[in-house]
């Protein structure tokens, strides 16, 4: 089963392998249009943290892969368009680590902070992120704490309702594929982990492959389960988590 399964994994890579990419400048011009209707020019994609729940506890450092919402699982940062279409996804990561953490982490960070962010962005472009993100040059975030600021809550108010577009990408990305609602296996190792990321992946291309020929999710499908923030206290988790600096260390590796 599992030689059937890589190399069906291995088919969909090699098929499929330009179905996730960065858009041209063209095409960013075009999301910048659409974005800017909502009030926010020049914005060419939306990011967001989800987490993808796992049966068991990992064998090695399960305790990092304990999460707020008092699941073990693996998180994973989506960028998409205004299409739902996944332009960018970075994952493998504890699901206890905050999404600011993994997203500085990726390739894409460093990127998009580096020489090459004019290969990436034209002047002036950014993404959108929540509240869960820190602003800067490239990315503008919600206000963590808006309060009685009616300007700041008006502006986390039109975030909301471009972001939707991202949380329903995600909804519909674990609805078509619902092995990504809880992996029933047990990480043991790194070998495991990659084998992972590499399944976060195909499901993710063939996302891209169904949404670029307009394949709609409709209703027929079933019911969208777009993700939202819980305000419910989680219980500790049965071991103390690690540091932050370890949770980075275990991501990397």
């Known amino acids: 089963m599992v030689n059937y399964t890589n190399r069906v994994m291995t088919a969909i890579e090699c098929c499929l392998k330009n179905e996730i990419s960065w858009p041209n400048r063209l095409e960013r011009t075009r999301i910048a249009s659409v974005f800017a209707a909502g009030g926010f020019p020049r914005c060419i994609g939306l990011v967001d943290g989800t987490t993808i729940r796992l049966s068991q506890r990992p064998a090695e450092d399960g305790e990092t892969y304990f999460d707020r919402k008092g699941d073990y699982s693996i998180n994973a940062q989506i960028i998409s368009d205004d299409r739902k279409h996944i332009i960018y996804f970075f994952t493998g990561m504890p699901g206890s680590c905050h999404d600011v953490t993994c997203l500085r982490q990726s390739s894409l960070w460093k990127r998009m902070h580096n020489e ?99 394949d709609d999710w409709t209703e027929a499908d079933g019911p969208i389960e777009v993700e939202v923030e819980s305000e419910v206290q989680i219980p500790d988790p049965p071991t103390p988590p690690l540091d932050e600096r370890a949770m980075i260390a275990r991501g990397r590796r």
Do not use: M, P
């Not at 290969?119 to 503008?140: A, N, P």
């Not at 070998?191 to 399944?199: I, K, S």
């Open 116 to 214: 090459q962010q004019h290969l990436l962005f034209d002047r002036g472009q950014y993404l959108l992120g929540d509240s869960g993100y820190t602003s800067g040059e490239r990315l503008v975030a919600a206000f963590r704490n808006a309060g009685g600021d009616k300007d700041k809550t008006d502006f986390n108010t039109c975030i909301a309702h471009v972001r939707i577009a991202n949380e329903h990408c995600i909804g519909i990305l674990k609805s078509r594929w619902h092995s990504l609602k809880e992996v029933r296996t047990q990480l043991k190792n790194r070998a495991e982990n990659q084998y992972l990321v590499r399944w976060v992946r195909c499901c993710i291309l063939l996302h891209n492959f169904l949404n670029r020929r307009r």
